[in-house]
């Protein structure tokens, strides 16, 4: 899951308008439901995802937090996410980032080679994807032994850091992905149509634009 921000005419006669999101669910059989709510809080993924027990792919953003408190949802990280705020910091420490960002290529290199085959994908996992991840895991507590705690690179690894079980859950189930790359794909309908459509006209007409 994730989301993106559109505009909400909120008072037509002042021209007024405010952010609110749409949300994008994507499925095992890449179906996707969207939903419209008015602020990015996690009342709309905990209302959505209510019944709803197993793995939960997110971005790690604190709006998702509150799923994985009671133990029914596994949470699933995005190794696309933790490989951009690396790219980010290219400019400023370019050795380093690029030393992270190849070992991270080498785990979407193993799924490129697993592709379509989920025994063999699963046997790669297993062997050659923990071992990257060892590695990946080496090079972070190299990281975080900096001095240095606010600087972009320093955020990549935290980022990483702090989110390192739910980055690693992905070699659990030959089913599960690497990233969250499809439901980023499917807002970018959303983001290329807000700039035709510009806004919704209410709550209602959100709600009918997720629909």
Request: glycine fraction near 6%; hydrophobic fraction near 35%.
């Amino acid at each position: 899951t994730d989301d993106t921000r559109i505009r909400m005419q909120e008072n037509w006669k002042k021209g007024g308008a405010r952010n609110c999101r749409i949300w994008s669910y994507v499925g095992d059989q890449d179906e996707v439901f969207y939903d419209f709510t008015l602020t990015r809080e996690g009342i709309g993924p905990a209302k959505i995802l209510e019944e709803y027990e197993g793995y939960v792919q997110a971005d790690a953003a604190s709006t998702f937090d509150a799923l994985f408190r009671d133990g029914t949802r596994t949470e699933v990280g995005c190794w696309a996410h933790a490989r951009r705020y690396f790219h980010d910091a290219m400019d400023l420490f370019p050795q380093e980032c690029a030393r992270a960002i190849a070992l991270i290529q080498i785990l979407y290199k193993i799924e490129a080679d697993g592709r379509g085959d989920p025994v063999k994908l699963a046997e790669l996992r297993r062997t050659q994807s923990a071992a990257a991840l060892d590695q990946i895991r080496e090079y972070l507590d190299e990281l975080l032994q900096r001095p240095t705690k606010k600087d972009p690179l320093a955020k990549a690894a935290q980022y990483a850091n702090n989110h390192w079980q739910a980055l690693r859950r992905y070699i659990e189930e030959p089913y599960l992905s690497v990233d969250n790359n499809a439901c980023e794909r499917s807002l970018r309908c959303v983001a290329v149509g807000r700039k035709n459509w510009v806004f919704a006209g209410s709550k209602d007409g959100g709600k009918r634009a997720a629909t």
